[in-house]
């Protein structure tokens, strides 16, 4: 099957997008992140959109070029920072050479471009993580007010897996990941309703005892309250 039509090519490309750098990626599709299969696809694909557009305006096809680049003038893509967080916990990753880790890197980031330079930020970013520990998160970061932009749990047979993103009032996103995860807790209390904001952090507290640490918040919104409760083995974030 040859696809040759833009709104066509289109619509793939961006179904790719939400696949690959999904913050909260469904369990049956994790691999697709670091699939050479679908990164070439990827690639494939946007370069046809960028044959077509050319083909229809001159110059446009470098335009499209300009916009694959991983990093503008505001910095780095939302998908850069999904794509050096799953770099970080992937064991294949952390154990491999230079080499492959540079293979690697342009997958993940595919169909986005960057330089070698900028390859060599996503290494050292992967390899470096976030901060470690829920005490020194709290101690170093003002979550209060912080609102719940989603959050997981995968339960897999080496323990579970919890991902947890809010929204910073001072802007930017915290993405904390929870690793053997003994006790995952969501409860909502209220009246439920259509609120027209995300629900925002009341009250939280943190803490850790014999090797188990624990993060429990409150979120309300729309006369909902949404009670939080994580523990688990250990806790990474990233701001």
């Known amino acids: 099957m040859k696809i040759d039509d833009f709104n066509e090519l289109s ?10 750098f999904a913050t909260f990626p ?9 699939s050479p299969v679908l990164a070439g696809v990827s690639n494939d694909i946007y370069d046809e959109m960028c044959r077509l557009q050319e083909k229809k305006v001159k110059g446009a096809g470098e335009e499209w070029q300009k916009w ?3 990093k503008d003038s ?12 799953f770099a970080h916990r992937d064991s294949f990753f952390s ?15 595919s169909p986005f ?9 996503f290494l050292a970013q992967a390899e470096n993580g976030g901060g470690s520990g829920l005490e020194k998160l709290v101690k170093e970061h003002d979550l209060t007010g912080s609102t719940l932009c989603g959050c997981s749990y995968q339960d897999w047979t080496e323990g579970g897996n919890a991902h947890l993103v809010l929204g910073l009032k001072k802007g930017g996103n915290c993405d904390i990941f929870f690793g053997g995860v003994r006790r995952y807790s969501v409860n909502m209390e209220g ?13 939280h507290t943190v803490s850790s005892l014999t090797g188990i640490q ?18 688990s083995e250990t806790a990474e974030y990233w701001i």
């Open 68 to 70: 694959r680049r991983v």
């Open 11 to 20: 619509a793939l490309h961006k179904a790719i997008l939400a696949a690959k």
């Open 95 to 109: 154990s491999s050479d230079h080499d492959t880790k540079i293979s690697m890197a342009k997958t993940l980031l």
């Open 214 to 231: 624990k993060f429990e918040a409150d979120f309300v919104t729309g006369g909902s309250t949404r009670h939080i409760i994580i523990e």
């Open 26 to 34: 469904d369990p049956a599709c994790a691999d697709m992140t670091s």
């Open 113 to 121: 471009t960057c330089t070698g330079a900028e390859l060599d930020e």
């Open 191 to 203: 009246q439920s309703s259509i609120a027209d904001s995300l629900p925002a952090m009341k009250k």
């Open 74 to 85: 505001r910095g780095f893509r939302r998908q850069w920072r999904i794509a050096v967080m």
